[in-house]
């Protein structure tokens, strides 16, 4: 069993639940709790009035959807795997999607700045003067390698 916190909005829906047992979702029929089974029977009979017709949508999508989505809007691994149960990030990441503007905007999250021209440098070369912007916090604050022509020739190396 595994207890999460309960914001506004689903204290709204679950107040407004018939509460005829101390689970909180219990079938009307029976007053019994659900049972897997009867949970999967219940949600395909709803895709099936939603007029869902693809046959890939089953629990486990909300389940993928709620995660996804709390993983794009910027919540940390930790706190969404207080909720979801996962025991390692591993797992966790088969729910991460980066999309290419958020690949983008981790890049855009640091500035580099060169003293050199562009026209200076030939094709291969980086640029020996680069900097990080103050606002960059975090990971080391300095080069591992401060002569970059050692750090240039060692990835000429691996190319």
């Not at 995660?67 to 706190?79: C, E, P, Q, V």
């Not at 991460?96 to 690949?103: G, L, V």
């Not at 580099?112 to 960059?136: G, I, K, L, M, Y």
């Amino acid at each position: 069993m595994r207890r999460i916190p309960v914001n506004g909005a689903i204290q709204v829906v679950l107040e407004a639940l018939p509460r005829a047992h101390a689970w909180v979702l219990t079938c009307a029929r029976t007053q019994k709790p659900y049972t897997l089974s009867g949970a999967r029977h219940t949600f395909n009979r709803a895709v099936r009035r939603a007029g869902i017709r693809s046959g890939d949508v089953t629990l486990h999508t909300l389940r993928h959807t709620a995660l996804s989505r709390m993983i794009a809007a910027g919540f940390d691994d930790f706190t969404v795997m207080g909720l979801s149960g996962h025991c390692s990030v591993r797992m966790l990441s088969r729910y991460a999607h980066p999309t290419e503007e958020r690949k983008v905007g981790a890049l855009d999250s640091f500035d580099v700045v060169t003293t050199r021209s562009q026209s200076d440098r030939t094709p291969n070369e980086a640029p020996e003067d680069a900097s990080f912007s103050p606002a960059f916090i975090g990971g080391r604050h300095e080069a591992r390698t401060r002569d970059l022509s050692v750090a240039n020739a060692a990835l000429s190396q691996l190319s």
